[in-house]
Nanobody, 122 residues
Framework: QVRLVESGGGLVQAGGSLRLSCAASGGMWRMFRIAVWSWYRQAPGQQRDWVAT???????NYLDSVKGRFTISKDNAENKMYLQMDSLKSEDTAVYYCNAKYPGSERPEDAWGQGTQVTVSS
């Protein structure tokens, strides 16, 4: 069973930076290479929103409000995915979750991490 674990969250002042990590385990090496990886975030009392995606081929996409400030990347050899967050704003405060979509034995599967808290003080 695929497991994802986020880390790197914390409390920072506006304008500061954090680097989130997502470590994956329990899958075949090919799955990690071809999976579509994403970061989502959820503020208290709000819906979970998509933030960024990186495909198996390295194509990236970002939520408009984080373009130029956040960078998603991955390390296939280490089965890790990252979100570098710069110029953080108060509105970036949320629990951040990593996600992987990959082919299953019968149908596509979707794995989630437990989340890591990011708090940005104004």
């Amino acid at each position: 069973q695929v497991r994802l674990v986020e880390s790197g969250g914390g409390l920072v002042q506006a304008g500061g930076s954090l680097r989130l990590s997502c470590a994956a385990s329990g899958g075949m090496w090919r799955m990690f290479r071809i999976a579509v990886w994403s970061w989502y975030r959820q503020a208290p009392g709000q819906q979970r929103d998509w933030v960024a995606t990186i495909t198996g081929g390295g194509t990236t996409n970002y939520l408009d409000s984080v373009k130029g400030r956040f960078t998603i990347s991955k390390d296939n050899a280490e089965n890790k995915m990252y979100l570098q967050m710069d110029s953080l704003k108060s509105e970036d405060t949320a629990v951040y979750y990593c996600n992987a979509k990959y082919p299953g034995s019968e149908r596509p599967e979707d794995a989630w991490g437990q989340g890591t808290q990011v708090t940005v003080s104004s």
